[in-house]
RNA sequence: GCGCCUGUAGCUCAAUGGAUAGAGCAUUGGCCUUCUAAGCCAAGGGUUGAAGGUUCGAGUCCUUCCAGGCGUGCCA
């Protein structure tokens, strides 16, 4: 229909046309046309047999780009909190999904670990004679953290103090410096448990802070005063100014890129990130994970880049948002008190409640499985629930609806996995050994058969888009096809060709939950 | 003020300009001597915030309005 938009012509004529053209016999069985043009091709059983029993699961772009992913940067002054969890998970299974179809994805955990907020708790630090009282500060970097911004608040001199610490930092004053490591080495730790619980793929060599780039920023505003015309100084500070972006008044809002006290702002860093990007890792692809407020920034910064021409002109430059977390009460989901949730606290409670249903639904479990079942349902959940949701919107964070065995959930798709994985255990098969394509003589097989084969396509989108609520809606689609199944048509207990072929069919949508599931960062169980 | 985003079933969410706007929860009613009932099947439930417009076709694109959120020069 699209094609007859393009050649004005109607969309049923050419649809019919377009069918006594094709010679498709050896892939269809049918082919009709529907509606207001569509054509309706079913596919021959034998032919989508043949491919669930034999093609691969996933077929590499040939032409494989360099991606670089800035997800998760969280900033580790304090403790990670559920403003961290969107970017972080989500950002991870877009990764995960552009490896999986063969590009080269390098990770930049862009943390913010330079700035005003670390010249508080240097100073706060400072200020600490006693070297136990300084151990257990440090033993807690969100209580540091809150101790030094209520001094930062009530003591004008410890204000001062601080602001004199930030200056030390960019000076590389040694006692500060060391200070600084050592909070990092903190903040870093934190950071990596907090990925090891979650199951993020994020490693210590993904880090590249904006520290990193403290040397980059005045040579980088160099080289954009060079070009004719970009930065321009207005009230003391360093500007980009540039048409689209328009005040009130009319005026065109600036880009600052350096204050009029000589600091550097998050724009600057962020530029000088793009460059390394481009310079160093040879990024074809830039992708960022951040959440709406940003857009503004992003569209300023992608525009100064190009034209600064900080990178190369086919590089892509994409800005992937996402809304906030909501609570039941459609505010941002905070504690009651009105504070962030810290992830090590979120985390927590989901294993609590994983415990709690896996001890009421299944009190028979093996001791030595238990755990394993409810710390991958528990992690699963949270993050399930988050990529199952289309990222532009806000959502609401809702622990029952996500710790649900029914509905669009993660338990749900493990429970499937774990129900594939008894049939082949009972049956003392391999999955990997079934090779003998399916019948698919009953509506039901071959409705599983037709969606198990859109699994490429999906991953592409994703890939693309990088919106992997597509590959979540997909997996419980498949999970609903293949209960509807097993309940319809008995496994073992037949024989033959026909058993053999749905034990393919079996092996096939394990396969594919397994790696879907892994791609979007969530474990399968054998057992539930 | 200006800019961006959001508004779909009682609730939580889908719908990539296409067919009768779909799922789950909740509600009601079925299905376990048979591979995990943590499951499956069925029923009811909609003026897609409002009004115009473009199109063979609009939840989707355009205009205006209503409601909410966010951003809007020295934090990130």
Redesign the pocket.
């Known amino acids: 229909?699209?094609a007859?938009?393009q050649a004005r012509t109607n969309?049923r004529q050419l649809a019919n046309d377009v069918v006594d053209s094709l010679d498709i016999d050896d892939l269809a069985s049918s082919v009709e046309v529907?509606?207001?043009?569509?054509l309706?091709i079913r596919l021959r059983d034998d032919v989508l047999g043949e491919r669930i029993a034999n093609s691969p699961l996933i077929e590499k772009d040939p032409t494989p780009l360099r991606v670089v992913i800035d997800y998760s940067s969280p900033?580790l002054a304090k403790e990670m909190h559920v403003g961290h969890l969107r970017s972080t998970v989500i950002g991870d299974a877009v990764s995960r999904c552009l490896e999986l179809i063969g590009h080269t994805v390098i990770r930049q955990n862009h943390i913010?670990d330079w700035?005003?907020?670390f010249g508080r708790l240097i100073a706060y630090l400072d200020d600490l004679d006693d070297p136990s009282a300084m151990a257990a500060e440090l033993a807690d970097i969100e209580r540091l953290y809150v101790h030094a911004s209520q001094r930062f608040e009530s003591d004008a001199a410890f204000a001062d103090r601080a602001r004199s610490k930030v200056i030390e930092l960019q000076s590389k004053e040694p006692r500060a410096m060391s200070r600084w490591e050592h909070v990092m080495a903190l903040a870093r730790e934190h950071m990596s448990d907090i990925y090891a619980r979650l199951d993020i793929a994020l490693k210590p060599g993904d880090i590249r802070g904006?520290s990193a780039y403290n040397d980059d920023l005045a040579p980088l505003i160099e080289e954009l005063e060079n070009h004719e015309g970009l930065v321009s100084e207005?009230?003391?500070?360093l500007?980009i100014f540039m048409p689209q972006f328009?005040?009130?008044a009319g005026?065109t809002?600036?880009m600052?890129i350096r204050?009029?006290?000589g600091?550097?702002?998050?724009?600057t860093?962020d530029l000088a990130a793009l460059k390394y990007r481009t310079e160093t890792l040879h990024a074809d692809r830039v992708m960022y994970f951040t959440d709406?407020?940003?857009?503004?920034?992003f569209e300023m910064l992608f525009a100064a880049a190009r034209l600064g021409k900080l990178v190369n002109e086919n590089t892509s430059l994409e800005h992937h948002h996402f809304?906030?977390i909501?609570g039941g009460d459609?505010k941002p989901f905070k504690t009651r008190a009105g504070d962030n949730i810290l992830l090590r606290d979120l985390i927590d409670e989901a294993i609590e409640r994983s415990t709690q249903?896996?001890e009421t639904?299944?009190p028979d479990?093996d001791a030595d499985r238990r755990a394993d079942?409810i710390d991958a349902?528990a992690i699963g959940a949270v993050k399930y629930a988050d990529l199952?949701?289309?990222r532009?919107?806000?959502?609401?964070f809702?622990w029952d609806?996500m710790l649900?065995?029914?509905?669009?959930t993660a338990?749900?798709l493990q429970?499937a996995y774990?129900?594939i994985?008894?049939?082949f255990e009972?049956?003392e098969v391999n999955p990997t050994d079934c090779k003998v394509p399916p019948v698919l003589n009953t509506a039901v097989e071959h409705q599983l058969a037709v969606h198990l084969l859109r699994f490429q396509e999906?991953i592409e989108?994703v890939a693309t888009?990088a919106?992997p609520?597509?590959l979540c809606?997909y997996l419980?689609e498949l999970?609903?096809r293949f209960?509807?199944f097993?309940?319809?048509?008995?496994?073992?207990?037949e024989t033959g060709s026909t058993k053999d072929g749905r034990l393919t069919l079996c092996a096939r949508t394990g396969a594919t939950l397994k790696t879907g599931l892994a791609t979007l960062g969530i474990r399968v169980?054998?057992?539930?």
């Open positions: 229909m699209a007859a938009k969309p529907a509606g207001p043009g569509f309706n900033n913010g700035g005003t907020a904006e207005s009230e003391g500070a500007c328009k005040t009130k005026d809002q600036p600052l204050k009029s006290d600091g550097y702002l998050y724009h860093t709406a407020r940003q857009i503004l920034h809304g906030k909501l459609g249903t896996i639904k299944n479990l079942v349902v199952s949701k289309n532009l919107h806000d959502y609401t809702d609806e649900a065995f029914d509905g669009n338990p749900y429970y774990a129900r994985s008894g049939i009972k049956g999906v989108q888009d919106k609520h597509y809606a419980y999970t609903v209960m509807r097993y309940e319809q048509c008995p496994i073992l207990s169980l054998t057992t539930m």
